[in-house]
């Protein structure tokens, strides 16, 4: 399988189609394009699903409201 795209020089070429199958490209604001394993979006959610918040935790001795002075 050969892609081509028009305006860009060179091409993707993968001998076999199945082996083509098991990969996606992906990018972001951080990283450039890169070939990465094809996964369900479906196991790709349940993956990353976050874990319930367990809130921040002041060091100890640290008010956590400034106290009012009687003035």
């Given at each position: 399988?050969?892609?081509y795209?028009?305006g ?7 001998r ?8 996606t ?10 070939r ?17 918040k367990q809130?921040v935790?002041a ?13």
């Open positions: 399988m050969h892609v795209t028009e860009l020089k060179g091409c993707l070429v993968w076999s189609f199945h082996k083509a199958a098991r990969h490209f992906k990018e972001n604001a951080q990283t450039p394009v890169k990465v394993r094809w996964e369900a979006q479906e196991d790709a959610a349940q993956r990353y699903r976050a874990g319930q809130g935790k060091p100890a001795g640290t008010p956590i409201a400034p106290e009012h002075s009687a003035a």
